[in-house]
């Protein structure tokens, strides 16, 4: 096993640290910057995710890596300082994400496939040289009638192996994001059993493609009902439900569970963190790698106004800050 992978992907998830998912494509940058009034252009996104990475305290204490588009990886501050030298000056991490985007799979209506394999050795080489020690893949999971289909979800586990076992040869630790959505309407017990077959097919591909899960970090989303249930579930529902599912199919060699918000609100994120951790009794760490439930409050600050970015920067190293305490267990309402 490689010193330098595991060494990476412990301080990814150390002790009330966790990664900021900063990696919008363009077209969801631009999203997001449609809904708080901001024209997506090149100076706006580095403006914004400088005045992320410049966020001292934050940065410092709560965030032990941060996912970056390519065009980020890439990118000055306005003084001419690489985005990337921000993030380590930090102490920080910085890491790239690498999947080309989930896109409708041939024969399987309504599922997708992760694009991106093709090339990507020599893309990760690159990256390294820029300065990525950590890569994200993301496969996405509907839940619908008559889906997730065996096929589909076999397709999308094959390619996250493939993609972390690039990864590892390249030195770079791969975070391995299968990530069930919490879109329709179906109940908590519906996503436990599409989020427990799911880890059970990723695993096994792991171990196929010879993946060292000690060198790895996973993603997965937490188990909750449909954002359209009719039933929706408490916060201590979610945890057990949650660590129920990851103990039966997460491996202990596995360092550390960092999860994605998923659409759920910054609160209920931080919350249901805060009462697995709490639950106690677990082989790895969990902690977070959130994009919208780190990034909601700062957009919204900030506004796309310079007089801002102080405020958007108060609201961002509150959220990590609440964060932080929920991965430690410390957090109260
Ligand atoms: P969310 O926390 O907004 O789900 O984003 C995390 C992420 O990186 C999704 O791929």
């Excluded at 997730?148 to 076999?154: E, F, I, L, M, S």
Aim: charged content about 25%; some cysteine.
């Amino acid at each position: 096993m490689n010193a330098e992978l595991e060494t990476i992907a412990q301080k990814m998830v150390s002790d009330g640290k966790g990664i900021l998912a900063a990696d919008e494509s363009t077209s969801t940058i631009k999203k997001r910057f449609d809904a708080i009034g901001v024209e997506s252009t090149e100076e706006n996104r580095r403006d914004y995710r400088e005045l992320l990475f410049r966020s001292d305290e934050a940065m410092k204490e709560y965030i032990s890596g941060v996912i970056l588009f390519d065009e980020t990886l890439r990118q000055k501050a306005k003084d001419g300082t690489p985005l990337v030298s921000l993030i380590q000056q930090a102490g920080s991490i910085p890491g790239i994400k690498v999947d080309a985007g989930a896109k409708p799979m041939a024969l399987f209506p309504g599922e997708t496939i992760t694009e991106g394999l093709d090339g990507l050795a020599g893309r990760l080489k690159e990256y390294y040289d820029l300065g990525a020690r950590f890569a994200k893949w993301r496969a996405v999971i509907d839940i619908g009638a008559g889906i997730p289909t065996p096929g589909a979800v076999a397709a999308n586990a094959h390619a996250l192996a493939r993609y972390a076992a690039l990864c590892q040869e390249a030195n770079i630790v791969p975070i391995v994001e299968p990530e069930v959505l919490m879109d329709g309407d179906h109940g908590i017990e519906r996503c436990y059993e599409v989020t427990e077959y799911v880890l059970r097919v990723v695993f096994g591909e792991l171990y196929q493609q010879r993946v060292a899960l000690e060198g790895m970090v996973l993603k997965p989303n937490m188990v909750v009902p449909g954002k359209k249930a009719r039933t929706q579930a408490s916060v201590a529902q979610v945890a057990e439900q949650t660590v129920r599912v990851l103990k039966a199919t997460v491996p202990a060699a596995v360092p550390g569970i960092a999860f994605l918000s998923g659409g759920q609100s910054d609160e209920d994120a931080t919350a249901h963190l805060d009462a697995m951790v709490k639950l106690g009794n677990l082989p790895w760490k969990l902690t977070y790698s959130y994009g919208r439930a780190l990034q909601a409050a700062p957009q919204k600050a900030w506004s796309g106004k310079a007089e801002n970015v102080a405020a958007a920067q108060a609201a961002f190293t509150h959220r990590a800050r609440m964060n932080s305490l929920a991965a430690l267990g410390r957090w109260s309402a």
